[in-house]
């Protein structure tokens, strides 16, 4: 895996305190107007957009016209794009749960060792040390966007989710999530459980 772009400045969600209950019972950010209104007003948009589009279609066959096939790929290709990242943005509010035979004081260690293997620089979170944040580099050549990657330590299982520090981009972006709770489940797996001890085996 190319690693995320490193910076060691912390930056903390300040309603993240008040939401590890929720999101350790739902394993998802707490659904809330600020966080929903991106997907509902790209919703609005695209419902608007697609009235446009059969209005003009009805309208040119009324009149016994063929509508035009650029316009109408264009319209689709921006259709697909808006309802990709509708879909994406709300998959960034989800975590991903790795199972673990570790209780959580265990398993802030296991994340550490991880995260010191890969030579990935965090933070952990002041109040709740057991959650583990990367903030990338700005990887936009516009404003200012990171991807932020969050571990939770928990009993018998290590959540991960990644999101970005601009709320919306039509575009696709790569998240990191996936492909790291995949290295972390292998990480787990190559321990070496006959001693309870946190270290690799090779």
Not at 57 to 75: C, F, H, K, N, Q
């Amino acid at each position: 895996m190319k690693a995320l772009p490193q910076s060691s400045e912390a930056r903390w969600s300040d309603d993240l305190v008040n939401e590890m209950s929720y999101i350790r019972q739902h394993l998802k950010y707490r659904p809330k107007a600020k966080r929903l209104l991106p997907a509902v007003f790209s919703g609005i948009f695209l419902i608007l957009l697609l009235i446009t589009i059969a209005a003009s279609v009805y309208d040119r066959a009324g009149r016994g016209e063929r509508p035009a096939t650029l316009s109408i790929l264009m319209a689709i290709a921006v259709v697909t794009n808006f309802s990709a990242s509708i879909i994406r943005y709300l998959q960034s509010l989800k975590f991903i749960s790795v199972p673990t035979d570790y209780h959580i004081a265990e398993n802030r260690v296991l994340v550490q060792e991880f995260l010191k293997l890969h030579h990935l620089a965090f933070s952990q979170h002041p109040d709740i040390p057991e959650v583990f944040q990367i903030l990338s580099r700005n990887i936009s050549a516009g404003e200012e966007d990171r991807e932020i990657l969050l571990f939770i330590a928990d009993d018998k299982r290590i959540l991960l989710n990644s999101h970005f520090t601009s709320v919306w981009s039509f575009f696709a972006r790569k998240r990191h999530h996936n492909e790291m709770a995949r290295m972390l489940n292998e990480y787990i797996n190559n321990l070496d459980h006959s001693t309870g001890l946190m270290h690799q085996t090779f």
